[in-house]
């Protein structure tokens, strides 16, 4: 009867992480879309809307605490999982809080004309969302294998991203004016390129759950992306 409860729990958990991760795509998205088209209107609804997802991670973790608590003892693989939904949640957390930033990025700019059509950043987004929709089914699936990959595609948000640098600074250099928005769309760029090395930590808690070792993905160095591009 107690490992019968136990497979209830963790499959309603599973099932609540999968409504969070919905959650987040759709703020990240909607956000980049808001950002695109200049609707503060809606950028400000998914500003306040971010509590929502942050409620559910508090909700998700307490029904985690409890398990843990109550359905002793835990062990193995099961114990693996439990801690690692701790993990996921928060990583969906802050990824949602980057959706956040992009809409008060919308907000800050305004009806103001973008200082560039706004084409790579959305790529960026897609790529990302993508990347965490399949770190979120190979973390429900415990498909390490599917893990191990996703993160390959890192190095093309990091390609997007160096190339919106690329650009906005030479905006900068040819109209010192539109520094100011051009520093924070640099700064969404920046939250997408960070929720791609976020979806790389969900991959590794996969990998963990089947093997029990906590190890890094081996994917190209960010910092040295950066320090070849001449950025800070």
């Known amino acids: 009867m107690a490992r019968e409860t136990l497979d209830r729990k963790i499959k309603h958990l599973r099932d609540e992480i999968l409504i969070m991760d919905s959650m987040v795509e759709q703020a990240v998205v909607a956000s980049v879309e808001a950002l695109k088209n200049h609707d503060v209107e809606a950028a400000r609804r998914l500003y ?53 930033g992009i809409a008060r990025i919308c907000i800050n700019i305004g009806s103001e004309p973008h200082v560039k059509p706004l084409i790579d950043i959305p790529r960026m987004a897609e790529i990302a969302v993508d990347m965490l929709h399949q770190a979120v089914g190979a973390f429900i699936n415990a498909d390490a294998e599917a893990a ?3 993160p390959d595609r890192d190095d093309e948000v990091d390609d997007l991203y160096n190339q919106v640098y690329r650009e906005l600074v030479t905006i900068i250099m040819q109209k010192p004016a539109t520094i100011d928005q051009a520093n924070t769309l640099m700064w969404a760029a920046h939250n997408l390129e960070r929720m791609a ?4 930590n969900i991959c590794e808690r996969t990998i963990y759950i089947a093997s029990g070792e906590l190890r890094e993905i081996d994917v190209t160095d960010d910092e040295m992306l950066k320090s070849n591009s001449g950025h800070a």
């Open 48 to 100: 306040q809307e971010d509590e929502i997802i942050n409620a559910k991670r508090f909700e998700i973790e307490n029904e985690t605490m409890v398990t843990i608590a109550t359905q002793q003892p835990i062990m193995g693989t099961d114990l693996r999982l439990l801690a690692s939904i701790l993990e996921v949640t928060s990583e969906l957390e802050r990824i949602g809080d980057y959706g956040k």
């Open 148 to 150: 191990r990959i996703i």
């Open 197 to 200: 090395d976020r979806v790389t």
